[in-house]
C-alpha cells in the first residue's frame, strides 16, 4: 500500500512537473540551485525536480553558480518580433497589478469568480462562517470592484436552498446516501478546490475539482462525488439542459481523473452540477443516467 501511494505521488508530481514544462510559448528558462559536491566524493543523481532536469540536459552533477548548463534556440527571439503601432508610441507606465484589472473584466465574470470563491469555502454548512465584511473584502482583492453585497446576499440565500442544504449539510448528505450499499458507519471528506495532474491517453490533464467528496469506509475510499459549481442563468428546462450537455464532458473529465487517483470504477463516483441562480443540482453516474 505504502509503494503504491509512493508510485502515485511521483507520477502526479512528473505530471505537474511536465506541464510547467510544455506551457511555454517562446522561451523557457529555469534556474536551479547550484549542488555543491559533498566531501565523501557524491551521492549519486538529485532526486527533486531540479535533478531530473539537471540529469536530463547535462552530464554536469555538481554546477556553479551562475554557470549557463544547457541553451538551445535564439535567445533574442523577441527582436526578430513585428511591433504594433501602439507599441511603437509608447504611452504610460502600467502596473503589473493594473493590466490584472482591466475593464474588459464584465460585472457578470466578477460575479461568478466570487461566488465560485465563497462557494469553495463551505465545507460544511454548520461550521461555516459567513463573515461578510472578510469575504467580500477577499473576494475585491481578487477580482476587483464591483458591487459584491448584492453578490453576497445571494450567496447566502443559495445556502438556505433545498439544493444546497442536501449537497453541503453534512448530516443530511450522509443521512440521504446515494453511494451503493452505504453502511452507517460510512464517512465523508471534503476537499475544496481539490488540484490534480493526470496522465490521460498518451499527455497530461490537469485541473482542479471545486468540491470533491470522498466517502470512506473503515480508512479506504470507497465512493467520491465530483461537484462543479456554475453560476450561469437559464430560463427553462430546455436551457438548464442544455447546460448541463454542455458542462457534462467537463466533470465526466473529472470523475476519470478520480478514478485514475484513487483507484475507483466508474460506477463509484457521481458527478454533480451545482447551478447557484437557481439553486438545484444535477447528479449522475452512469452515462445516460441523469
Not at 253 to 270: D, E, M, N, S, T
Request: proline residues 4%.
Amino acid at each position: 500500500m505504502f509503494e503504491e501511494t509512493q508510485q502515485k505521488n511521483v507520477v502526479e508530481s512528473l505530471c505537474v512537473l511536465y506541464v510547467a514544462l510544455t506551457r511555454a510559448v517562446h522561451g523557457l528558462h529555469m534556474v536551479i540551485k547550484p549542488r555543491p559536491q559533498p566531501k565523501s566524493g557524491g551521492d549519486g543523481p538529485s532526486k527533486s525536480f531540479s535533478g531530473i532536469i539537471l540529469n536530463g540536459l547535462t552530464d554536469i552533477p555538481y554546477p556553479l553558480e551562475q554557470q549557463l548548463l544547457y541553451s538551445q534556440g535564439n535567445p533574442a527571439w523577441f527582436e526578430s518580433v513585428e511591433k504594433k503601432a501602439t507599441e511603437q508610441e509608447g504611452g504610460r507606465l502600467r502596473r503589473v497589478k493594473d493590466l490584472l484589472k482591466e475593464e474588459t473584466v464584465s460585472a457578470g465574470m466578477q460575479y461568478g469568480s466570487a461566488m465560485h470563491h465563497w462557494m469553495e469555502s463551505v465545507t460544511w454548512q454548520k461550521t461555516f462562517h459567513a463573515d461578510r465584511d472578510t469575504m467580500i473584502a477577499s473576494a475585491r482583492t481578487l477580482y476587483g470592484d464591483f458591487a459584491y453585497g448584492n453578490a453576497f446576499d445571494h450567496f447566502q440565500s443559495v445556502l438556505q436552498s433545498d439544493a444546497a442544504i442536501e449537497l453541503l449539510d453534512q448530516q443530511t448528505y450522509l443521512g440521504k446516501p446515494w453511494w451503493d450499499n452505504a453502511q452507517s458507519d460510512d464517512t465523508v471528506s471534503v476537499h475544496c478546490e481539490f488540484p490534480f495532474a493526470i496522465t490521460h491517453q498518451g499527455s497530461v490533464l490537469r485541473g482542479s475539482i471545486d468540491r470533491l467528496a470522498l466517502v470512506k469506509r473503515d480508512g479506504q475510499v470507497i465512493a467520491a462525488d465530483v461537484i462543479d459549481f456554475k453560476t450561469d442563468t437559464f430560463d427553462d428546462a430546455k436551457q438548464l439542459k442544455d447546460k448541463v450537455r454542455h458542462y457534462r464532458p467537463q466533470v465526466d473529465a473529472y470523475r476519470g481523473a478520480v478514478a485514475q487517483i484513487f483507484k475507483l470504477p466508474a460506477a463509484a463516483i457521481r458527478g454533480t452540477l451545482f447551478f447557484v441562480h437557481k439553486p438545484q443540482t444535477i447528479c449522475w453516474r452512469e452515462e445516460g443516467n441523469e
